[in-house]
């Protein structure tokens, strides 16, 4: 029995090996490298003096939660979060609903419409949007001169509409492969009792395809932290979209002046905000669970 466990142990710690490997090169070591990066400063004797680094302790965390641009940023993309997120994994879960209710004819096409946009990488998608708001080059004009969608009171709410856009079909991918895993003995369960469609929508499948929604509101809480591509796009349509704007545009923004040592201090700093926000959530639906 021994023997055999070893052998087992071999087995998985060759095929866990390449994971490691890669996990440790392209994960755990830029992480431990932004660390140590954010610990030092640069200093230059005299106005054109030499440039050295040396250590400077928790100086730019200070300048870090000192600096309220990059709070206000934080800010902003949490209420871009609270809004966007729930109207993309609501769209999500009632396309997801339409495909299996079998309603729909053409689930295969249907099913690789509402995916096709993900396909667009983001800066491409950001781009087309961008065209499509802008007053003087969108074939919308009549919307457009009306409502300024580039202006410093919609920018955001446009940014939301090309993230909904591009990642509604992924989110649906997800919640559809939970429901295709729901035994159809359920389902015959709920004819049974007298369950109509909607009855069985909201009684049998939310409930038990709620993990998958855990796990894209999960993603979704990431990336939405991680917002940098559409408002990069964006500063070229509007001037209300900042060097600031959102907080990984910020790291972009210090690391291109260049300050390599603050912009790894506000990486540490959002990735530790990111990481408790979607620990508290998780925790939050697992107390709601049991």
Sequence with gaps: MTAINKKHGRAVAIFVLPFGILFTAFYLVPIGYAVVQSLYKVERTGTFGPVKEVFGGLEQYQRVFSDSPFWESVGRVLLFGVVQV???LGVALLLALLLDSGLVKGRRFFRLAFFVPYAVPGVIAAIMWGFLYSPNLSPFKPLTNAVDLLSADFVLWAMANVVTWVYVGYNMLIIYSALLAIPSEVYEAALLDGAGPI????????????????????FSIIGTLQL???PQVFRSFSSAVSSTYTPNLTVYSTSSVPNFNLAAAFSVVLALATFALSFTFLKATQRKES
């Design 86 to 88: 729930p109207v993309m």
């Design 199 to 218: 009855r069985t929508a909201w009684s049998i499948k939310i409930p038990l395809v709620m993990p998958a929604i855990v796990l894209t509101t999960v």
């Design 228 to 230: 940098l591509a559409e």
